[in-house]
């Protein structure tokens, strides 16, 4: 098929970008976005264009380094899927298709397509974690019992890959479901029942420190989160952060 | 509001001043859907509220700082919401993952606030005026009797352009109490089994109560 | 004597590692504050090495080329993690996990490395569970566990079909902590160019700024790499595309032996390539072959029908099918190791019987799967008298339950529901065994210069079984390393902060600036791409699943005029001084080039078949793998020497005391 592609390109994080209009021909509907965007490429190179700078790595949906908002959608049009896992089916002969960062303050520009994400990691650093020792003489991992539906929800809520869709998806810009998705898990595991309380405090100071928007509940990175993570864990998130501002 | 400093904290005191609201808006619904049943009831309560102490100086003020407490920080939120995405997208497609109405709280949220302007005009300033400026209390009228079913059904007979704001206003209510009404449950951390109940809940009362509104003003403009 | 001294301690083998970690030297915690530790590379291994330094003392710097260390390719892996934790009460035992994993390998790897995984096995399950790594469990709370290929007992530990994701966020969180302690740097978008050597020692790194192109120097007393495999020489392989070589290879340029680098993993369960711009291979956990049936049509003509679309492979009878491996291999079955069931593949497909369109593709299915498990179903649910619909819609759910994910991913990319056709697999590179050579310490043979992870070459042998990539990963950066590197910096300690303004440091970084030059100069009109493609291509027909010496010997010369052909006629685009994704291509490329040529010298020089190395000229009547312990029981360990046709063979014996050689049998 032939597409139209209608590419952000800019130099650098303080440069001013600009759509660039680009026709592709001969893309098939087994080839993967990034493939498409990959022939894109090679054929810019051999006409001498520097071509279209953008973030992939592992090519199956779990890295979380590609992002793109195409036609208006993080990831594309299809759903649970990266942008890496989205097939070239979904379009049409012909079709136009917009691709744009990832927008947010919070997610610079860093070229064309890619952006810098290193909030979520600061994010992360502020609390992320459960302050054990890496000696492995911890007590026996049987020793302590986890009731199957809080492992299983726990799980759930750390599938997030850090992708950012939700900050890209919401109209605010706003982290809470990535930000709820580390809280929940720990919050579900009686290991990190111990630092709940600073850990969301922290976390979610550092959250707003970063510039993200508030949630206002749109429901839409639920939607467009590739990993399906829940709302659900946004009500967690409230709900360990009130009992931790009241505790103090 | 300078207390209030992080995200979460803020929407959490946007959501508890909606409740607040939304439990106002049912207090009132019933006081005037009385207006409809009977005229008497309607009077007495009436005079009850606009008279009482406890609702004039404690209540009322309550209310008040409840409303603008509500739009202020409401706009505080936008404000800041706005300026975390500086450079707009070329192609948004919201509709694709969230309803129009959950993302546009700001426009339900104004038109019932402009409507609120007009509200005020409209009873609250006269209420003030005939209380407190002209000393007042007695809540009757000339002939000796309960002015208030009159002077409320006065605004809606004959008078289809306020009746048709009044209308335009409370769909957007609905508008406004479709997402916000829920939404404020999961802003407090309530996501569980009782949820999908709360959720029809909010979403029936969001529908009900402002249409019930405008049947009674409907109901008067056609009866009078 | 060699000049590998691999530094194995003495005593029973199961008490090495206790007596090792008695006797080497230690860094007192005030001391440590004033080593620097480098740690290239963040996945399992670098991310764990670094928040275990961190901790311990010392100061550390990561650096990955991904702009977060989250991302690093362990992050993809599937199946599980091994651990004998004999939770199953199975008979497991560390003895066992050594045993399988030392005949898995097919006896070409160390037997006191493999021990020692073996034996800190256990202790990562702790570790994880610690640190709130949320594993699967049974409803009684506790840990579930599932088989994996190649072994008799269940001792892998899964978190459903992402099991390396959360291992790696459960070491990226330790990481997280010591960043936010101020011990780690973390430096991400950075990709390492050279080792720097002072006086023979390995005292930092030069690193290109992929951001700004800006080239850095970073000094530290001492440089571990945990940067990986070497897959993407393949061009087509289950590797992130960011895989590379890079950071190993120019250690070695650097006067770090490379070992085995023929040793390469082809798995078996991978979706089949569908068309020639293809970039990636995606890969299907192992797990799937605990319920899934692999077969071929038993008669050629069937094949071909189905290869053409005349045929669906539901009309297939059951008679007219070859279930080739449990017709083969009775006792393991479909659980046969990697290389086993990938060479069966192969096997299949080259005498004709392959299926897709372009005949490189053998079924997996799960039909008979859904109807046993929907059986079990209806009877446990009371349904004595379930009707053949009822029983299938019940095995459908309990398959989703089990695989949900996977077939989901695998119809988004093939665009078939596998729950109604059998998916079709096909076996792609996916793991290296070989890699930088390491002594006991995991230390090269550069003085200073660690390899963890699959970036080194050590336990897996000529074949890793599943599961063991995580555990490796986890247990030298965790378990191993930490404690090794202080008997090497124990002589550090007065040595004082390292200058980068060394004219080592500076010749090292003017080396980098040079290349960067000669590839933004070069004057020609194709795009990495091309010739990564190409060099990919015959890797894969040469170098592949089996080799022969012609083949070999045709790769070496293939390889080297691509290498020439690449300098004169590649086009970079855009400037070095920005982020400039051809450029970091076009460098990595380079690298591979050069590998490519080692890996198909090893391969010719390896003249006999052990694990996923298969030589056609070293086979048994029947098929199988044909060893030679006599003469190839050792690690092939290359010393660079220019070109790669000039690298210097070096070998280092393997001892089996604790274990008698034996045909691998899976029969």
């Known amino acids: 098929m032939k597409l139209n592609l209608k590419v952000w390109r800019q130099e650098n994080k303080d440069a001013k970008g600009k759509f660039e209009n680009y026709t592709i021909d001969e893309i098939h509907g087994d080839m993967s976005f990034l493939e498409m965007m990959d022939v894109l490429n090679n054929e810019l190179v051999e006409k001498g264009i520097e071509p279209v700078e953008f973030d992939h790595d592992c090519r199956e949906g779990i890295c979380g380094m590609c992002s793109m908002q195409i036609n208006g959608e993080p990831h594309g049009p299809d759903r649970r899927i990266t942008t890496c896992q989205l097939h070239m089916r979904k379009f049409k002969n012909g079709d136009t298709i917009t691709i744009e960062p990832f927008r947010a303050n919070a997610f610079p520009v860093v070229k064309d397509l890619t952006v810098d994400r290193s909030a979520f990691d600061r994010i992360q650093q502020a609390g992320g974690y459960i302050s054990v020792n890496t000696s492995g003489n911890t007590q026996d991992a049987n020793s302590l019992p986890i009731e199957k539906e809080s492992a299983d929800m726990a799980f759930n809520a750390a599938t997030c890959i850090g992708c950012g869709a939700c900050v890209a998806a919401c109209k605010n810009a706003s982290a809470m479901l990535f930000t709820s998705a580390k809280v929940s898990q720990y919050a579900l595991l009686p290991q990190g029942k111990v630092e709940a309380t600073e850990r969301v405090l922290n976390m979610v100071d550092q959250m707003d420190k970063e510039g993200f928007g508030n949630c206002t509940n749109t429901g839409a990175c639920e939607i467009e989160c590739p990993k399906g993570i829940s709302l659900e864990n946004i009500a967690r998130l409230n709900r360990e952060y009130l009992a931790a501002s009241l505790k103090g | ?224 | 004597m060699s000049v590998l001294e691999s530094k194995i301690p003495n005593g029973p083998l199961a008490d090495k590692w206790t007596k090792h970690k008695n006797e080497i030297n230690l860094v007192n915690p005030a001391n440590k504050r004033n080593i620097d530790i480098i740690v290239v590379g963040t996945g399992l291994a670098g991310a764990s090495a670094s928040a275990t330094l961190a901790e311990l003392g010392y100061n550390v710097k990561t650096f990955c080329f991904q702009d977060s260390p989250r991302r690093a390719h362990s992050i993809a892996a599937q199946g599980g993690i091994n651990a004998a934790k004999n939770y199953q009460g199975d008979g497991d035992s560390d003895y066992r996990l050594f045993y399988d994993t030392v005949k898995g390998g097919d006896y070409r790897s160390r037997e006191a490395n493999v021990y020692r995984l073996a034996e800190v096995s256990s202790n990562i399950i702790d570790q994880c569970v610690a640190q709130g790594v949320p594993f699967a469990r049974e409803y009684g709370g506790l840990l579930d566990n599932r088989s994996f290929g190649g072994v008799l007992v269940s001792r892998t530990f899964y978190a459903k079909g992402q099991t390396g994701q959360q291992l790696l966020l459960g070491a990226y969180s330790a990481m997280n902590r010591q960043i936010n302690r101020g011990k780690i740097q973390s430096h991400t978008r950075h990709e390492m160019m050279d080792l720097v050597l002072v006086d023979g020692k390995a005292r930092g790194i030069i690193a290109r700024n992929l951001v700004t192109g800006e080239i850095e120097r970073h000094a530290a007393h001492a440089v571990v790499l945990a940067s990986g495999g070497y897959g993407n020489v393949f061009f087509l392989s289950t590797n992130a595309m960011g895989s590379n070589v890079t950071a190993a290879w120019r250690a070695h340029r650097k006067g770090a032996y490379f070992a085995n680098p023929c040793f390469t993993q082809i798995h078996p369960t991978c979706i089949p390539v569908s068309g020639d711009l293809q970039a990636k291979l995606t890969l299907m956990s192992e797990s799937l072959r605990n319920d899934g049936r692999i077969w071929v049509p038993a008669k050629k003509e069937d094949a071909e029908a189905i290869r053409t679309g005349k045929l669906k492979p539901t009309d297939l009878k059951e008679e007219d099918r070859d279930y080739y491996l449990e017709r083969r291999y009775p006792a393991f079955g479909n659980l046969v190791p990697r290389d086993v069931a990938s060479r069966a593949a192969k096997e299949r497909c080259d005498a004709g019987y392959g299926v897709n369109k372009t005949g490189q593709a053998v079924y997996l299915d799960f039909a008979s799967a859904i109807e046993r498990y929907g059986k079990e179903k209806a009877f446990s649910s009371g349904k004595k008298d379930a009707t053949h619909e009822e029983i299938i819609k019940l095995g459908k759910e309990v398959v989703e339950a089990k695989y949900g994910n996977l077939f989901d991913m695998y119809e988004k990319i093939t665009d078939q529901n596998p729950y109604e056709t059998p998916m079709m697999i096909f076996p792609a590179v996916h793991y290296t065994m070989g890699g930088l050579w390491v002594d006991y310490n995991l230390m090269t043979t550069i003085p200073g210069c660690y390899a963890a992870g699959e970036a080194n070459f050590s336990d897996h042998g000529a074949n890793r079984l599943g599961a063991s990539a995580l555990m490796q990963g986890l247990a030298d950066g965790y378990f191993v390393l930490p404690y090794t590197i202080g008997d090497y910096l124990a002589d550090d300690i007065r040595t004082g902060p390292i200058s980068t303004d060394s004219k080592e440091f500076e010749e090292a970084e003017n080396a980098v600036n040079r290349q960067i030059e000669k590839l933004m100069n070069a004057k020609g009109d194709q795009p990495v791409d091309h010739f990564h493609r190409k060099l990919g291509l015959i890797m894969w027909n040469k170098c592949g699943m089996s080799r022969n010496e012609k083949e070999l010997k045709e790769a070496i010369e293939e390889i080297r005029t691509l290498r020439e052909d690449f300098y004169k006629n590649v086009r970079v685009t855009g400037k070095p001084d920005s982020k400039n994704q051809e450029l970091e291509k076009a460098m990595r490329v380079a690298d591979f080039l050069e590998l490519g040529e080692l890996f198909a010298k090893d391969a010719l020089q390896r003249n006999e078949s052990c694990g996923g190395h298969f030589r056609e000229e070293y086979q048994t009547e029947e098929g199988e793998a044909l060893r030679d312990d006599e003469n190839f029981r050792y690690v092939a360990a290359w010393e660079y020497k220019g070109e790669p046709k000039d690298a210097v063979l070096h070998k280092e014996q393997l001892e089996y005391e604790n274990i008698e050689l034996k045909t691998r049998s899976y029969k």
């Open chain 2, 1 to 224: 509001m300078g207390g209030i400093k992080t995200s979460i904290a803020r929407k959490v005191a946007m959501a508890l001043s909606g409740l607040f609201l939304v439990l106002f808006l049912l207090q009132h619904f019933t006081i005037n859907f009385t207006s409809v049943v009977s005229p008497d009831t309607f009077n007495e309560i009436s005079h009850f509220m606009g008279t009482n102490f406890l609702v004039q100086a404690i209540l009322q003020p309550i209310l008040i700082f409840g409303v603008i407490f509500h739009f202020v920080m409401g706009f505080i939120l936008e404000a800041k919401n706005r300026s975390a995405r500086s450079v707009k997208y070329g192609v948004f497609k919201g509709n694709a993952n969230s309803s129009w109405l959950s993302r546009n709280m700001l426009i339900s949220g104004a038109v019932v606030l402009a409507f609120l302007g007009l509200h005020f005009y409209d009873f609250w300033v006269h209420e003030m005026q005939v209380k407190y400026l002209e000393g007042d209390l007695s809540g009757l009228n000339q002939a000796g009797e309960f002015r208030y079913y009159e002077e409320t059904v006065a605004k809606f007979a004959g008078q289809p352009i306020r009746v048709g704001l009044y209308v335009l206003a409370f769909v957007f209510l609905m508008m406004h109490l479709l997402h916000g009404f829920a939404s404020s449950f999961q802003t407090m951390g309530v996501n569980n089994k009782y949820s999908p109940a709360i959720k029809k809940f909010t979403k029936a009362f969001a529908i009900v109560i402002p249409l019930g509104f405008v049947f009674i003003a409907i109901f008067h403009f056609i009866n009078n």
